[in-house]
């Protein structure tokens, strides 16, 4: 995965997501599900933050996003 340097510096500025509640059920389905944030510390999710879109995050819709960096949590037992 790349670090947030990288990701600055390679990736188009703007945001990927119109509000708040658009980000909040998109990371809920993919950020909260993967291994990369575990610790809250995903770089891709920072470059989010700072309104540049990175380009792990492949649009396949309007404001609907797949990430290149998704690894699934294992379950819990």
Same mark, same amino acid.
């Given at each position: 995965m790349r670090n947030l340097e990288e990701i600055?510096?390679?990736s188009p500025k703007g945001a990927a997501?119109?509000?708040g509640t658009s980000w909040e059920i998109w990371s809920s389905r993919w950020c909260e599900q993967c291994v990369n944030d575990i610790n809250e510390d995903c @770089?891709?999710?920072m470059a989010g933050f700072l309104h540049v879109m990175p380009r792990e995050w492949v649009e396949v819709?309007?404001?609907k996003y797949e990430c290149t960096e998704f690894e @699934?949590?294992?379950e819990e037992q």
């Amino acid at each position: 995965m790349r670090n947030l340097e990288e990701i600055l510096d390679n990736s188009p500025k703007g945001a990927a997501f119109s509000n708040g509640t658009s980000w909040e059920i998109w990371s809920s389905r993919w950020c909260e599900q993967c291994v990369n944030d575990i610790n809250e510390d995903c @770089p891709i999710i920072m470059a989010g933050f700072l309104h540049v879109m990175p380009r792990e995050w492949v649009e396949v819709g309007m404001q609907k996003y797949e990430c290149t960096e998704f690894e @699934p949590r294992e379950e819990e037992q």
